[in-house]
C-alpha cells in the first residue's frame, strides 16, 4: 500500500516530517510506498494532482496531511472513501491564511508566488461544512500548536478518531514517535 505525506502550505517534500516519513519506510524496507507530490500553491490544482496521483495507483493509499495538508487529505477521504492521518489540519484554511495575502516564498526552496484572492476563493469553494467519512479520520494535535487554534480542529474533527498531545508545537514535535500508530491506522 502506498503513504501519501501531503505537504502544508508553502512546504515540499523535503519537510522534517516529509523526510523523517520516507527514512521511516526506508528501515523497514518498505521505501517505495513513500509518495510526497511538491504541490502547486494554488489549492485546485494542488487537489487535482493529489486526485491524479490517487487514481494511478492500483490499490487505495493512506494519507498523512500536515498543516494545509491535512485541509487536502480530508477532502480527498471525502471523494475517494480512504484513510488519512491529519497532523495539526488547517480547519477552513482562507479563514486562517487571509494573512498571508500577498508575496509569498518557499519553505524549501528559491520560488515565490503572489498569495491572492484567488487562492483564498479557491480554499473556500474546496472546503466542507464537516468531514465525510469521519470513521476514516485519525486526527493527531498538540495543544502547543503556535500556528494554528488546535481547538478548532479538535471540535471540526469530533467525530473522527483523536489523539490530542500536550504541548509541542506546529511541526508536531512528535512526529516520529507516532510514525508506528500512523501505520496501523
Not at 490544482?45 to 496521483?53: H, Y
Not at 487562492?119 to 500548536?145: K, R, V, Y
Request: glycine share 6%; aromatic share 10%; charged share 20%.
Amino acid at each position: 500500500m502506498s503513504l501519501i505525506y501531503i505537504h502544508g502550505f508553502n512546504s515540499s517534500s523535503l519537510s522534517a516530517k516529509a523526510q523523517e516519513t520516507k527514512r521511516w519506510l526506508e528501515a523497514r524496507r518498505r521505501g517505495n510506498e513513500w509518495l510526497c507530490p511538491d504541490l502547486p500553491h494554488r489549492p485546485a490544482q494542488a487537489v487535482q494532482v493529489l486526485e491524479t496521483l490517487i487514481q494511478s495507483l492500483p490499490e487505495k493509499p493512506k494519507l498523512i496531511g500536515s498543516s494545509l495538508g491535512g485541509f487536502y487529505a480530508t477532502i480527498l477521504v471525502a471523494r475517494f472513501n480512504i484513510k488519512a492521518v491529519l497532523i495539526n489540519p488547517a480547519v477552513h484554511p482562507a479563514l486562517v491564511l487571509r494573512p498571508a495575502l500577498g508575496r509569498q516564498k518557499s519553505w524549501h526552496g528559491e520560488s515565490y508566488y503572489d498569495f491572492t484572492q484567488a487562492h483564498l476563493d479557491e480554499l473556500n469553494a474546496l472546503d466542507l461544512i464537516a468531514p465525510l467519512c469521519p470513521e476514516n479520520i485519525l486526527l493527531m494535535q498538540e495543544t502547543g500548536d503556535e500556528v494554528l487554534n488546535w481547538r478548532d480542529a479538535v471540535a471540526y474533527y469530533r467525530d473522527c478518531h483523536q489523539l490530542i498531545f500536550r504541548g509541542g508545537d506546529h511541526g508536531f514535535t512528535r512526529f516520529r514517535n507516532v510514525l508506528d500508530l500512523i501505520d496501523k491506522f
